[in-house]
Each structure stands twice: as structure tokens, then as C-alpha cells.
């Protein structure tokens, strides 16, 4: 009788972790937005300009979506958009009110992973919308593909507000917003290698993600599925960029990943020990790894095209002579 038990037991115990893996796996796609849904605007990090958050409000309606400021959107506390617990109660009040299609962050800067320690990441698997922003906000994307939900990593309200109401960057993560993902072509730059692969993408600000290392907000979590990374990063030196890539590869996550996009990396000394550019650098150590590597593809902190990229979601990533084609796959 003791026997059977344990048996049943045993065998409960691996259905729950079958389950477990499977939901994880899973990566859930927010409801696409209808005209005259509402979009929340919070600000989990920074304090932003209140005329910034007014332009991206102005955009938004453009679009025919009700964006609703947050209750501590434009406050300050040394810095930060409000305290800690304000702006934590910003990101649940988003997340939980029903009437909240998806949300938009104002801006980047510093403190996301203050508001992401007073957040059980069930909230988000719970509540699947799409999150929007990119830089600091990287912290929330990962928060949202371990939980198992999709994330857009995109401009904020001063970059939709910038690049106009009809721009071709704009134009793409306003049919996001409406369910129709992207194909991106990019042109070939010297130091790609060339290759196919699948995986998930994930990715976004280096230093950000990096630093949620071994946490449940960690995306990297999912590196056994095969994942594809995109990094960009700014103010960030060539040492620092290698101290972060070897954190990586002494993980194990370099030798797990089915390829790589690398966008841009701004305001940085250069040349430093040797190396004439960030691209350089990275060069010397991801051409060791037998996967489909790609530069200079337009993501990140840059005056120019910030692509929208879908977070959580499938890609086929096609690295060629001739350039870069990265193709978002529905979830089936």
C-alpha cells in the first residue's frame, strides 16, 4: 500500500512539473487593441518631462486609443517617477483594471527592478498585456517573457511623439498593437556571420538584463528552450560590454543561444585596448560561437529607426550575404 502511494505521488509530482515546463514555455500574446481602447502610461523609473508625456498622450489618441496617465506618472522622488511603492502601485493598477488594455512606460533611465522586487511575477502571467518601452524598461520585459507573456521593447512617448503620427517605425508597432507582427530586412554589415536559426527572442538593454541575473525576473531562465538574443546598450564602456558578454558566457548561456542580433551601442569611448568599436570587440569573441550573428541592426539608443521587437515571441532569424531577415512567427 506504502508502495502505491509513492507511486501516485511520484507520478503527481511529475505531472505538476510537466505542466510547469509547459506553461513556461508557452509565451502568451496580449489581446491585439481595438479604436478606443485605453492605454495606460506609467512611469516605473525615471521622472519624465510632463510635456514628453503629453506629445506620446497626443500620439496615442491619433491612433484612436484613450491613453490614461497613471497616478504617479509625472511625480518625483530623487530622481525616480515617485517613490518605490508608488510607482509599483502605478504598474498593478495597470495590469489588474480590466478597462487597461496595455500599457505604455513614459520614459527609462533608472529604478525598474525596484518596482519589479515588490511584484510576484504571477501578476504578470495573470494580467498578459503588452508592456511598451525599452532601455530601463528592458527589466519589465523580462519580468513578462519568465512569466511566460509577451512584451513589445519600442519607443516610448517621447520617441512615438518625435517620429510623427504616419512615421514607418510608428506604423509597425501601431499595427503590433492591432495584432500583425513584423518581418525586418537589415543590410549586411562585414562582421556578420551568416547562418539560420529559431528560437524566442529575448533581449534588450545589456546592463539591465544582466543585472537581474539568477532571479525568477530573469529571462535568460529560458535559455534550454533556444533562445534568440538582441543586446544595445548606452554609457556603457568596451570593459564593461566584455566584463557583461563573459558573465554570460560563464553562465552558460552563450554556448545555449541559437543566434544573436546586435544593435546599437551609443555614447562610448572608443577606440579601447586595441579595439577600433564596440562591433570589434563583441567580433573577437562571438565568432567562436557557430551561430547566425547580425550587426548594426537598427534597435536600441540611436537618433535613427528603433524597430519594435516583439519579446517572448518565435523568430526565424536568416543572416545571408546579401543582409538580415528576422521573421516573427505567430503563436499557434
Known amino acids: 500500500m506504502r508502495k502505491q502511494v509513492t507511486r501516485l505521488l511520484f507520478s503527481a509530482l511529475l505531472t505538476t512539473a510537466s505542466l510547469c515546463v509547459e506553461a513556461q514555455q508557452r509565451s502568451v500574446m496580449p489581446t491585439p487593441l481595438k479604436t478606443g481602447d485605453t492605454i495606460a502610461v506609467i512611469s516605473p523609473s525615471s521622472v519624465p518631462d510632463s510635456a514628453t508625456v503629453a506629445k506620446g498622450c497626443a500620439?496615442?489618441?491619433?491612433?484612436?486609443?484613450?491613453?490614461?496617465?497613471?497616478?504617479?506618472?509625472?511625480?518625483?522622488?530623487?530622481?525616480?517617477?515617485?517613490?518605490?511603492?508608488?510607482?509599483?502601485?502605478?504598474?498593478?493598477?495597470?495590469?489588474?483594471?480590466?478597462?487597461?488594455?496595455?500599457?505604455?512606460?513614459?520614459?527609462?533611465?533608472?529604478?525598474?527592478?525596484q518596482v519589479l522586487q515588490r511584484i510576484p511575477l504571477k501578476e504578470f502571467r495573470n494580467h498578459p498585456k503588452w508592456i511598451m518601452g525599452f532601455s530601463d524598461v528592458t527589466a519589465l520585459h523580462s519580468a513578462e517573457v519568465a512569466a511566460g507573456?509577451?512584451?513589445?521593447?519600442?519607443?516610448?512617448?517621447?520617441?512615438?511623439?518625435?517620429?510623427?503620427?504616419?512615421?514607418?517605425?510608428n506604423m509597425i508597432l501601431r499595427k503590433l498593437l492591432q495584432?500583425?507582427?513584423?518581418?525586418?530586412?537589415?543590410?549586411?554589415?562585414?562582421?556578420?556571420?551568416?547562418?539560420?536559426?529559431?528560437?524566442?527572442?529575448?533581449?534588450?538593454?545589456?546592463?539591465?538584463?544582466?543585472g537581474l541575473a539568477g532571479s525568477e525576473?530573469?529571462?535568460?531562465?529560458?535559455?534550454?528552450?533556444?533562445?534568440?538574443?538582441?543586446?544595445?546598450?548606452?554609457?556603457?564602456?568596451?570593459?564593461?560590454?566584455?566584463?557583461?558578454?563573459?558573465q554570460l558566457e560563464i553562465r552558460g548561456v552563450l554556448s545555449k543561444l541559437n543566434g544573436i542580433i546586435v544593435g546599437h551601442f551609443s555614447k562610448y569611448k572608443s577606440p579601447e585596448n586595441g579595439f577600433a568599436d564596440m562591433y570589434e570587440m563583441l567580433h573577437e569573441y562571438l565568432q567562436h560561437y557557430h551561430i547566425p550573428v547580425c550587426y548594426d541592426f537598427p534597435v536600441g539608443h540611436h537618433s535613427g529607426k528603433n524597430y519594435p521587437m516583439v519579446e517572448g515571441c518565435k523568430v526565424n532569424l536568416k543572416v545571408g550575404q546579401d543582409g538580415t531577415l528576422i521573421q516573427f512567427v505567430h503563436p499557434e
Not at 507573456?149 to 517605425?169: K, N, P, T, Y
Not at 554589415?189 to 539591465?208: C, D, K, R, Y
Open 149 to 169: 507573456v509577451m512584451s513589445i521593447h519600442c519607443s516610448m512617448c517621447d520617441g512615438i511623439a518625435m517620429r510623427g503620427e504616419r512615421d514607418s517605425v
Open 59 to 113: 500620439t496615442l489618441r491619433s491612433w484612436g486609443y484613450v491613453p490614461v496617465v497613471g497616478a504617479h506618472a509625472l511625480s518625483s522622488y530623487h530622481g525616480f517617477a515617485g517613490t518605490a511603492d508608488e510607482r509599483t502601485a502605478d504598474l498593478l493598477w495597470a495590469l489588474r483594471n480590466p478597462s487597461i488594455k496595455a500599457i505604455i512606460c513614459s520614459r527609462g533611465g533608472d529604478g525598474a527592478v
Open 217 to 246: 525576473y530573469d529571462f535568460l531562465n529560458r535559455a534550454d528552450e533556444g533562445l534568440i538574443l538582441f543586446i544595445e546598450d548606452t554609457d556603457e564602456s568596451m570593459t564593461k560590454v566584455d566584463r557583461m558578454l563573459h
Open 179 to 210: 495584432g500583425e507582427l513584423p518581418t525586418y530586412q537589415a543590410p549586411a554589415h562585414p562582421l556578420n556571420q551568416q547562418g539560420e536559426a529559431t528560437g524566442i527572442l529575448v533581449g534588450g538593454n545589456f546592463s539591465v538584463f544582466c
